[in-house]
């Protein structure tokens, strides 16, 4: 039987550790290969042989490579929203540091992540990774904005989304800027990422913040 997995089709949900952990190896195993040959000399047959597997053994997990890439690029995708969420969590943090660690956690991404660097956010394989309606990009937003305004106790604004959404869009391009000759980054284009995220948003709230209190009142 297979499951639908954002468009894609993974032909058996692992239920005992041994075909989880051959699951995760074949993930693994085809990160590790996009940075090795690249996404686009990726076949099935080369990630079973790396694996230790037959060719057609692997088709007992996934309907092909597009498979086994959006798998991977899910993985990824929740991997990244779940150390933005324990990094925001600190309650020791003011949301200026914040700022400042969620590019370090995008940046450790691309440093630590076999295959990040070319898989980024997802698009590259679907747009629809986690949900049908919203982009991955629209769904990191709408994570962070969500989280931050409930850590940070900040009035919701109604365009508070879009503004976050500008936010990952100067994040991922500046980021990906700073990774493309530089294995660990280079520091000009990381620092210049937090400096604008950090005035962009400053700005943002500090500019809605009378029609905010505004609404707030009318709520209550």
């Not at 790396?50 to 007992?60: D, K, T």
């Amino acid at each position: 039987m297979s499951t639908e997995i954002a468009g894609a089709s993974v032909r058996r949900i692992p239920r005992q550790d041994r075909s989880e952990q051959r699951f995760e190896l074949i993930l693994d195993t085809t990160a590790a290969l996009i940075d090795e040959v690249g996404y686009g000399n990726l076949t099935t047959s080369l990630i079973a042989k790396r694996v230790g597997m037959s060719g057609p053994g692997i088709y007992r997990y996934f309907d092909g490579l597009q498979a086994i890439a959006t798998a991977l690029a899910t993985r990824n995708l929740r991997r990244l929203l779940e150390r933005a969420t324990e990094l925001t969590s600190d309650t020791s943090l003011e949301w200026e540091a914040a700022m400042h660690g969620l590019v370090g956690v995008y940046c450790d991404m691309f440093r630590t992540e076999p295959g990040f660097r070319w898989l980024r956010l997802g698009d590259a394989i679907d747009r629809h990774l986690i949900d049908e309606t919203e982009t991955n990009r629209t769904v990191v937003a709408r994570h962070m904005a969500n989280h931050f305004v409930e850590r940070y106790d900040v009035f919701p604004r109604v365009d508070l989304l879009e503004h976050v959404e500008v936010m990952v869009e100067i994040a991922d391009s500046l980021v990906a800027r700073a990774f493309v000759s530089n294995s660990q980054g280079d520091e000009f284009f990381i620092d210049e990422t937090s400096r604008l995220l950090t005035r962009y948003l400053g700005e943002y709230l500090a500019s809605t913040l009378d029609e905010a209190e505004r609404l707030q009142a009318l709520k209550a």
